[in-house]
């Protein structure tokens, strides 16, 4: 049990650490990947917000998953 346990937490740690995210982190002031998801309402794309108009007012990309919440 214990080495089954020890497996487990060293295969975890390797998928950590292999993660694309820990390779390619972004930095403050890099642009943005571009992204497209679909809301209930419509599709939105990160060029939709890029230009003159996203660089006066400034634009904020917030996730929040559905924890606690039915459906």
Do not use: C
């Amino acid at each position: 049990m214990r080495s089954r346990t020890l497996v487990a937490g060293s295969l975890a740690l390797l998928f950590v650490l292999a993660s694309p995210a820990a390779f390619g982190a972004p930095t403050i002031g890099q642009p943005a990947p571009e992204f497209i998801f679909q809301s209930a309402e419509r599709t939105y794309a990160s060029a939709d917000y890029v230009g003159e108009s996203a660089r006066k007012k400034g634009v904020v990309v917030a996730w929040f998953p559905k924890a606690f919440t039915p459906g």
